[in-house]
């Protein structure tokens, strides 16, 4: 858990995080959103001490992080950035062994880490271990950016802007590869983006910021039913307000079962913002739902949309 | 076939190794530097009017000896001061002489190599000294600037990465910033050398023995034959050193070049 207590921070006149307060609850991904200049990437960088504060104080499970050297509490603490930054001298097992090695472990014991997280990335160890990352597509080398932070098993992981630098489709991909190794792991993530879809999809916590402090913070479905201010819903997108609302929910929250529809089916896991897009493209009231074996379990209806989440 | 193949790589290999320029070059060298008083008579044959047409004050070979030891001696701490340097002012303690350090070794490469020599030997007196000093400061400056230029290279990004995982000032610097500086400081250490090689033979003038002397001797002496045998063997250093560089080079970006 890290817990921030009126943490300040300036550059010259400019105060880039003005008394920050906030606890980032821990096996979650909470994600830091705001304009450009709003301080969310300058508040990340505070807390693996690539900045330093001016004033207030940053607990780590319950310790001050400026209790020892900074080398050690960022070995401790996995660190993603958006333009990667692969070491492009080393190869792919190098690049991913680079704390397991700064923190002595046997090579063996390096060896398989290095296979197990290529797997678990999705990279086949075999054909990708003795690449240099000039031979990787960008998607790849975030994959190996993100194996390389997860190496000596953190529990806390820092991504400013990870998949900023990639295409709509990869980035999806790897958000969707996120939130998985996120569930199965464990792990507390602080996600910096400017991308509020990203922040959506991803965040299980948001916490807005602007000229350096909390604006709004909470759960997404908090932030987009309740903005606090006019300015906070813009942010959110007020045009897609709803749409982004419904995005958060999932097609078995308003299943009846045992109705019938006809039509290509959805699946309960589906968001609801996807089933408005198939109830608006195929122009009907009622669709069916199916499980993941295709067994009918029902279907959903399009006034269900309007109602309130229960 | 099982059989033939071995065979087919080995030859492969041969065949690889023989389209190597660099062992060519290098042979090549060494023929000519122990060969070339056997040319006495064509040298005899193109410059009839002389008495003498082949220098025969030193051996070729022993000419070539000293003038890749002063070459790699002079080099060699060039590229310790230059390093140093470079290391020093892209350190935040340096920074603020980077300047100075600059400009004074610029002002040191503006002056030409004959007139530092002609103050190095009364001062320090004739023969290999003056010739090592003045060259190690010659070289100096392609070094520094190669040094400043690889390390400002290193992208950013890998930087506050190598950082941001934990490595340590020091692991940062010698694990991550020189490596992938190399390329171009080495491109710095190319030039230093080649310039050296050059400027290694006017350092005869001043009595060190080198593959300029037989030119030096020939150029006062109206001896066209001696100034064209110095030039060849000189010549022919020159290709093996720089391919022998192209090499380095090559093999130190493997990671940049493998397909």
Known sequence: ?????????????????????????????????????????????????????????????????????????????????????LFPHWTVARNIATVPVLLGWPAAQVAARVDELLTLLGLDPASYRDRYPHQLSGGQQQRVGVARALAARPTLLLMDEPFGALD?????????????????????????????????????????????????????????????????????????????????????????????????????????????????????????????QAAPLGAIRFIDLLRDPP | MTTTAPLRAMAGRAT?????????????????????????????????????????????????????????????????????????????????FRALVETAVAIGQTVPPVAVLAVAAPLIGFGEWPALIALALYGLLPILRGTIAGIESVPPAVLDAATGLGL???????QVELPLALPVLLAGVRTSVMINIGTAAIASTVGARTLGSPIIIGLSGFNTAYVLQGALVLAALAVVVDLGFERLSRRLQRWRTTP
């Open chain 2, 168 to 174: 340590s000032r020091w692991q940062r610097r010698w």
């Open chain 2, 16 to 96: 690889a190794w023989a389209r190597d320029p660099l062992p060519w070059a290098i042979a090549g060298l060494l023929l000519l530097a122990a060969g070339l008083p056997r040319l006495e008579p064509a040298f005899a044959a193109l410059f009839p009017s002389l008495d003498r047409p082949m220098y025969r004050q030193d051996t070729f070979l022993a000419l070539l000896g000293a003038h890749v030891a002063l070459v790699a001696a002079s080099s060699a701490v060039a590229l310790a001061l230059g390093f140093a340097a470079g290391l020093f002012v892209t350190h935040p303690a340096g920074a603020e």
């Open chain 1, 1 to 85: 858990m890290i817990d921030l207590r009126e943490v300040c921070k300036s550059f010259g006149a400019t105060r880039a995080v003005d008394g920050v307060s906030l606890r980032i609850e821990p096996g979650r991904i909470t994600a830091l959103i705001g304009a450009s200049g709003s301080g969310k990437s300058t508040l990340l960088r505070l807390i693996n001490r690539l900045v330093e504060c001016d004033s207030g104080q940053i607990l780590l499970d319950g310790q001050d992080i400026r209790a020892g050297p900074p080398e050690a509490l960022r070995r401790r603490i996995g660190y993603v950035i958006q333009s990667i930054g």
């Open chain 1, 168 to 292: 709509p489709l990869t980035r999806q991909t790897l958000q969707q590869e996120l939130a998985r190794i996120q569930q199965a792991l464990g792990s507390t993530i602080v996600l910096v983006t400017h991308d509020i879809d990203e922040a959506l999809r991803l965040g299980q916590r948001l916490v807005l910021l602007d000229h350096g402090r909390i604006v709004q913070a909470g759960t997404p479905a908090d932030l987009l039913a309740r903005p606090v201010s006019a300015q906070v819903g813009d942010f959110l997108g007020r045009a897609t307000l709803g749409a982004r609302l419904l995005g958060q929910r999932n097609v078995a929250e308003i299943l009846r079962r045992g109705e019938a529809a006809d039509g290509e089916a959805l699946r309960p896991d589906q968001t609801l913002q996807e089933a408005l897009a198939a109830f608006l493209t195929r122009r009907v009231e009622r669709l069916p739902v199916v499980d993941a």
